[in-house]
């Protein structure tokens, strides 16, 4: 019998992203472990930690211990969870008390300092990524393709649009995709719109299997979907790819952060 899944509570003064991704990181190595997340974001106050506290309390009357991760940065707030029946992990403390007496100055210890608008250029040009994938996404835009940084190139629903959009909020990337229709693979040679762009070109595949499962949810019982076209498509897509010879990432089994990350470290290279 599958024991019930154990509560993981998300604790921040700010938005949480930072705790949620840590804890998230941390936690994949138990994947036998069943957890439900649950994100208590803006905990900035000593009443609004005690209201989580009260809620680990109502959780241990029923016999669980749930996990508190928290990237609290106020000692007051903080006491009130370590207080709490949970384990607490704190993802800031250690660290920050270790770089303090590495640089010899006390930490600022500020609320949301990672998320914040501090860094106002870095934000202003991530908007500007993300304005500019939207603009330029499933084809449309392409005489913008000359400002892109790259092109995703892929059948429909190979995880173009996702990657585009991860790669301008997350590293302020311009990325523009292009998704290759039947016209595309009567030509022995790149799309017209692509033609002078080849260096910004990524090319991505996925298992055609996979993509039958994604394109049944979206349009089920239809030739789009069906898994003869999704091979037919994925095998005209990759000989296009060889023949061009163009980079190329399988999306099958990977999550947007991994795609992203090889574009990111091919593009660094070149």
Known sequence: ??????????VSDHTGLTAENTARALLAHFPNQPLKYLQRPFVASVPAAQ??????????????RPLIFTTITD????????????????????GLTALEHEFGERAARSVGR?????????????????????????????????????ILV????AGKTPTSL?????????ASNYPLAEDDFERESLPLPLEPWRAKLH??????????????????NSRYASLEQCEHEVRRAERLFQRVGIPVRDTTSASVEEIAAGILAQVRRG
Do not use: C, N
């Open 114 to 150: 990672y998320h914040d608008m501090h860094d106002q250029s870095s934000y202003l040009a991530r908007m500007d990524a993300l304005d500019f994938a939207l603009a330029t996404d499933d084809g449309l835009g392409d005489r913008q393709y000359g400002l892109a940084d790259v």
């Open 166 to 174: 991860f790669l301008a909020l997350q590293h302020g990337i311009r």
């Open 1 to 10: 019998m599958t024991p019930p899944p154990r509560t993981v509570l998300i």
């Open 75 to 94: 000692a007051a707030v903080l006491r009130e969870l370590e207080a709490s029946p949970a384990q607490l992990f704190d993802l800031l403390g250690p």
């Open 203 to 220: 090319g991505l595949t996925i298992d055609p299997r996979r993509l039958h499962a994604i394109r049944t949810q979206r349009k089920p």
């Open 154 to 157: 892929g059948v429909s629903r």
């Open 51 to 64: 209201g989580v506290a009260r809620e680990v309390a109502a959780l241990a009357q029923r016999g669980e």
